[in-house]
């Protein structure tokens, strides 16, 4: 992954999509997606959003990074 995101190519086609690649180690990487956890949590409790159907866990993870400012931005 590091020697992806080295490439120009890569990086624009995520940049492209809205996303910020992060070289980070395992731990720094559960840190983060915690911290998602808890902030996402709170924003879904304080909307009072509803689970439609259910989702694997990949498919949020692939949500692209410019959607989720957009939700983020509906509440902070």
């Not at 559960?30 to 989702?55: E, F, M, N």
């Amino acid at each position: 992954m590091t020697r992806h995101l080295q490439s120009a190519d890569f990086r624009a086609r995520l940049a492209a999509d809205g996303s910020e690649p992060v070289a980070n180690s395992p731990s720094e990487f559960a840190a983060v997606i915690q911290a998602d956890v808890q902030r996402w949590s709170k924003l879904i409790r304080s909307t009072g959003i509803k689970l439609q159907r259910r989702v694997r866990p990949i498919e949020c993870v692939f949500l692209p990074a410019a959607s989720l400012r957009f939700l983020a931005s509906l509440v902070w």
